[in-house]
């Protein structure tokens, strides 16, 4: 199965919130499913932090970057 993760979601699963219901936890890290990150949303988390309106691990993208359960969508003008 393929997963878009919102802003959230993902959030809560790389911070190990509590929100994150244990299933959806699961259907992220499951190796049969592909859990995607649109870049918007980090976009999101950056401008948010910058505003104070949000706290987020200061080495997020790193974690991302490196983490084999996400891949990481660039916005084209030609997303279908």
């Known amino acids: 199965m393929r997963l878009l993760l919102d802003t959230h979601v ?3 699963g ?5 929100r994150l219901p244990p299933a ?3 259907m992220i890290r499951a190796d049969d ?3 995607f990150v649109s870049v918007a949303s980090i976009w999101e ?3 948010k932090v910058r505003l104070g309106k949000l706290v987020a691990p200061d080495d997020l993208l790193v974690k991302l970057e490196d983490d084999s359960d996400f891949t990481i969508m660039n916005a084209t003008a030609d997303h279908p």
């Open 10 to 12: 993902l959030l809560w």
């Open 14 to 18: 790389m911070t190990a919130d509590r």
């Open 24 to 26: 959806i936890r699961q």
């Open 33 to 35: 499913n592909d859990s």
């Open 45 to 47: 988390i950056a401008i």
